[in-house]
């Protein structure tokens, strides 16, 4: 079922190095009403920022090259990309892991293989809190 439908023009840059789970994950989002864009691998992810602006990024963290924590450090570094909410996906659910993701910048965290019927609602959450962050600092 859709989300709320303010929702229907949130864009979503997923960041996934594995075809299959960049294929589930797009099908999701879509899913609960969200536009998408992907990319595979840091320079992707640059030229995405280049053309979009999306209002949040998932963010794979084991992926060829440049990995997610350390681009997620890139961005957050980059003060006309730093309010763009970062939400790491990670296989590893351990809380090392958590803490790690936390440090680099990352906004959230959720942890693979993922609740295909709760991450809609997980992610129109990041969003909010990153746009009530915002508007307190307004
Ligand atoms: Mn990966």
């Not at 763009?84 to 965290?109: F, N, Q």
């Amino acid at each position: 079922m859709p989300l709320a439908e303010n929702l229907a023009q949130m864009l979503v840059l997923i960041v996934e190095d594995n075809p299959a789970s960049m294929l589930l994950t797009d099908a999701v989002l879509k899913r609960a009403g969200f536009l998408t864009l992907g990319a595979t691998c840091a320079d992707e992810v640059r030229e995405r920022l280049r053309d979009y602006r999306p209002d949040l990024i998932l963010m794979d963290l084991q992926l060829p090259g440049v990995d997610g924590l350390t681009l997620t450090r890139e961005l957050k570094s980059d003060p006309s990309l730093a309010d763009i909410p970062v939400v790491a996906l990670s296989a590893h659910a351990m809380k090392e892991d958590r803490w790690r993701v936390l440090t680099a910048g990352c906004d959230g965290y959720i942890a693979k293989p993922f609740d295909t019927r709760s991450i809609g609602r997980e992610v129109e959450h990041y969003i909010a809190e990153a746009r009530a962050r915002g508007m307190k600092r307004r």
